[in-house]
């Protein structure tokens, strides 16, 4: 181990929507849930955590960059994630750059950290989720660690509940597990995203601020006071991950989009069933629901599932591409960016979807109709300025390796974010 040298390793890892809602845990410090859930991953080209570990035997302590800003690791989650990550490496050998790292040598180096997320942190955009799974991936890349990503997202999950989820692709489920010691509560992966590849998903940012009651909070206390979440945890659930798995296997719309529906508001509910209630909707979350209840029955089937996390955020996922550009359609007809906005930044991720809704520009936008759906004035209020941007995107795959020096966020020279 001799000599001054930094080795580095980048990863990319996507974030995540629940579609069966994790809410609530058994044991605090281990997070181990109180029911399973099941999640869609999304497409890392428009919503990913980037993050670049770097080790060498000049960094004097663990150091940590979040979007540029230096942040503590003296948490308890990043320090188990550590420990965890370290307790597994194994002996590293670059032959490139002469360096040899023995199991042993992992104890006393230390790390430093950069990570980038191109969306909101805590927002209610599972920046977190995104940001732990990238952490335990690349560490796990950098230290040599020969577990597999199930195995893996049982430490990513001691970081961020719903962090476990993002070290796949496509459809997961978080599988709760009995042990006392979380050793069977992992992710496992339901379909990639290949399996159904024709949803496509539109994410109203509704607000970028952070939320007033943190998830974390607010899950100690719906655990600590909500009757319905005791009863939504052993009589509702577990019939609904049943459900839910076969509808996905199937690529049953109509049954993905009343469960993911249902199990949102439910979740909701229990927020509102706690004491003191918590709100993590908005007036303009309300509206958003109700343009997509009175759309989905006014056809002979569901266009669009909608679902909400801990935030006003909406997440709503259409059966095909002409169900989502009429869904963009409608949105923009109810939601008008204000008259100065460029289109090119209210709308953000796949532009195409645009493309198909014909629309370019702000004077399109004016001249939409309103929905068909529609029979009274009062439903037709246009709401300007209450969406702050849509992001267009669509199932996607799980973390990787950037293997081009180019996209690292820790200088290889300094061992200090670009």
């Given amino acids: 181990m001799a000599g001054e040298w930094i080795l580095t390793v980048t990863a990319q890892t996507p974030t995540n929507i629940a579609v069966i809602k994790y809410w609530g845990k058994r044991d605090e ?10 999640s869609v991953t999304l497409d890392p080209e428009h919503l990913c955590t980037t993050t670049t570990v770097a080790v060498s035997p000049s960094f004097e302590q663990d150091r940590m960059w979040l979007n540029g800003e230096e942040i503590s690791l003296s948490g308890g989650r990043f320090q188990s994630c550590l420990r965890e990550i370290r307790a597994r490496a194994t ?22 950290i950069a990570s980038f997320n ?15 799974a990238c952490l335990v991936f690349a560490l ?10 199930s195995q893996l997202s049982a430490i990513a999950r001691q970081g961020s509940g719903s962090a476990c989820r993002s070290l796949y692709g496509g459809f997961v489920k978080w599988i709760m597990g009995k042990e006392e010691n979380g050793s069977d509560s992992l992710a496992v992966q339901l379909a990639d995203e290949k399996h159904w590849d024709e949803l496509v998903i539109i994410i109203a940012v509704v607000s970028s601020r952070q939320k007033e009651t943190s998830s974390t909070s607010g899950m100690r ?3 600590e006071t909500s009757l319905l979440l005791q009863h939504r945890a052993k009589e509702v659930v577990p019939k609904r991950i049943l459900k839910m798995e076969e509808a996905i296997q199937n690529r049953d719309f109509a049954s993905f989009a009343g469960l993911t529906c249902a199990d949102s508001n439910q979740f909701h509910a229990v927020c509102l069933d706690t004491c003191p209630p918590i709100f993590y909707m908005n ?5 958003i629901i109700s343009c997509v209840e009175k759309w989905n029955r006014s056809e002979e089937a569901p266009q669009i599932a909608y679902t909400f996390d801990a935030g006003p955020n909406a997440v709503l996922i259409a059966r095909n591409r002409k169900a989502a550009s009429l869904l963009l359609q409608r949105l923009l007809y109810y939601f008008p960016p204000s008259a100065d906005t460029n289109m090119n930044s209210y709308v953000l991720g796949d532009k195409s979807i645009l493309k198909d809704a014909g629309i370019q520009g702000i004077d399109d936008v004016e001249a939409l109709p309103p929905p068909p759906e529609i029979k009274d ?15 267009c995107t669509r199932p996607g ?3 990787v390796v950037l293997s081009d020096e180019s996209q690292a966020l820790i200088d290889p020279k300094t061992g200090l974010p670009k």
Wanted: charge should be positive; hydrophobic fraction near 35%; aromatic fraction near 4%.
């Fill in 29 to 38: 410090s281990l997070i181990l849930p109180v029911n399973d859930s099941i």
């Fill in 91 to 112: 002996d590293v050998e670059n032959k490139e750059k002469g360096i040899k790292i023995s199991k042993k040598d992992w104890e006393k180096l230390h790390l430093h």
């Fill in 377 to 391: 004035k009062i439903a037709a209020q246009k709401n300007r300025g209450e969406v702050s941007y849509f992001i």
């Fill in 140 to 149: 796990g890349k950098l230290m040599n660690v020969k577990e597999d990503h």
């Fill in 397 to 399: 795959r799980g973390p």
């Fill in 221 to 223: 206390e719906s655990v």
């Fill in 118 to 132: 191109n969306f909101p942190t805590a927002a209610g955009l599972a920046s977190s989720a995104a940001g732990l």
């Fill in 283 to 287: 007036d303009t979350s309300h509206r």
